[in-house]
């Protein structure tokens, strides 16, 4: 039997297809090499800083950082750009163009491509000894050249394993100290939670979260009544740690079950029961647990008293700062509200986060540019720090996102230069960017309507203008389609 063509295309179209191939890959050499040019560029520049940096006087690490720290801020406000990740590209240009000089004339040459020399860099980078790494970076860039960035950097990482001279104890050892916890904002009201730990600890907790969701979906079968499913579904084992188990406090518990509010799939909620209703996946189960015990659960080890932290480390409840319009509380609308005025979140949350909020904030908006004319507080604090989370929002340095609960308020004009403590002399910085403003030469005048206009050491004008909010008027017509 004669194969089954695969698809119907005409000689014209894979005339054209062969031609753009050839095109894209010419655009993706000359694009390397434009990246090579950014590298060297960066890389000059974090070189530059270094130097005064080694010129300086200074003795404390925060004032030494503070010409890199004001580099990547001029180059973030020249590209749009986050500072942070403008010093992480300086970093690593630096790096490549010092220890893998070979790699960058290959990406300028177009021989590989941006992800390889990524690739080669971290994969790379735990080789201190410089006649060792070179002779690592030729046997990888060699693969790179006929190879994809992922089998590029499986393979990098298995040789630089073979080579290194420092055995693997010590290296896990100063890599543990990267330890911690980030969050990832994805679409839809969701979030990435990621946690680096050592990876037996990380892939225990995957483990055990699986078997637990494993254990309510049997429970679930069971309750269904469903014999044959039952016997088929195989029984979790459980192992006893050795450590004694966090406790779980759970206000609305009922004879050793939490009382379930939501049980479809797609509700996202910790508190639930395995009730014949139950259609989460394994993987949903596995969340929601895994929520359920870091929000509910108390560490087994508390070094903590009663004059430090009250009712010990259980005692701690995770806040949030959500941000609900009031169409959407009222149920007028299904308009999402926000965490942080950063992060959306669906309105059902919001709703049943609101009614459990111990007080409000009421914000008068301008109907037209959403800007905040006036803030009242029933249960009212300092009325300036209430109008200014309010208009705010997040740090108002050039690109940055950090909430409100992660800034402090700055004196645009110095309070020790005479600055007042004005609405109009005040807003919120981040750690990081009121510690620049304050030991650089970056300067913040305020405009009337709460714009800042940030002045660089190199003479650079950026105006950040106040966080709009985005406004829904009802229109009481009916949809165009």
């Not at 209703?277 to 993987?283: G, N």
């Amino acid at each position: 039997m004669p194969p089954i063509p695969l698809r119907e295309t005409s000689s014209a179209d894979d005339d054209r297809l062969r031609v753009l191939v050839a095109a894209i890959r010419e655009e993706s050499i000359r694009a390397a090499g434009v990246h090579a040019s950014l590298v060297r560029l960066r890389a000059e520049a974090l070189q530059i800083a270094l130097d005064e940096i080694a010129r300086s006087r200074s003795r404390t690490t925060r004032e030494r950082e503070m010409p890199v720290r004001s580099l990547a801020l001029e180059i973030a406000v020249a590209t749009q750009s986050h500072d942070l990740t403008v010093q992480r590209e300086l970093s690593d240009a630096h790096t490549l163009t010092e220890k893998f000089a070979a790699t960058v004339d290959a990406l300028e040459e177009g021989r590989i491509g941006v992800r390889h020399a990524q690739a080669i860099l971290e994969t790379g980078i735990v080789l201190d000894d410089d006649a060792t790494r070179a002779g690592w970076e030729q046997v990888v860039l060699a693969r790179a050249e006929r190879d994809s960035p992922g089998r590029v950097r499986a393979f990098g990482r298995e040789l630089a394993e073979s080579v290194h001279p420092v055995g693997m104890t010590v290296r896990h050892a100063r890599a543990a100290v990267t330890r911690g916890v980030s969050v990832r904002d994805l679409a839809d009201g969701m979030a990435e939670l990621s946690v680096i730990l050592p990876a037996t600890v990380a892939y225990g907790i995957r483990d055990r979260l699986k078997r637990q969701a494993a254990a309510i979906r049997a429970a679930a079968v069971e309750a269904e009544g469903d014999g044959t499913a039952a016997a088929e579904a195989p029984t979790p084992r459980v192992h006893a740690p050795e450590a004694p188990a966090p406790r779980i406090q759970a206000p609305e518990a009922a004879e050793g079950r939490m009382r379930t509010h939501e049980t479809s799939a797609g509700a996202i909620g910790p508190t639930r029961n395995a009730g014949p209703s139950d259609t989460r996946t394994l993987a949903q189960i596995g969340a929601d647990v895994c929520a359920d015990l870091l929000l509910t659960a108390t560490p087994a080890v508390d070094p903590t008293d009663d004059s430090v932290c009250p009712g010990g480390l259980g005692a701690i409840r995770g806040h949030v700062q959500v941000t609900v319009p009031v169409l959407t509380l009222l149920g007028c609308t299904d308009a999402g509200a926000s965490i942080d005025g950063l992060t959306p979140i669906d309105p059902d949350t919001a709703r049943r986060l609101a009614a459990q909020a111990p007080g409000w904030d009421r914000i008068l908006c301008d109907p037209v540019t959403g800007s905040v004319l006036e803030v009242d507080r029933y249960a009212p604090t300092t009325s300036q720090r209430r109008f200014l989370a309010a208009r705010d929002r997040h740090c108002r340095a050039p690109g940055c996102r950090a909430p409100i609960v992660r800034c402090q308020i700055d004196h645009n004009h110095e309070a020790h230069e005479g600055g007042p403590t004005r609405l109009d002399n005040l807003c919120h910085l981040c750690v990081r960017h009121h510690t620049l403003k304050t030991e650089t030469e970056w300067t913040v005048t305020q405009e009337s309507d709460g714009t800042l206009r940030f002045r660089s050491p190199l003479g650079q004008e950026h105006r950040e203008r106040v966080p709009s909010r985005v406004v829904f008027v009802p229109d009481a017509d009916p949809p165009p389609f």
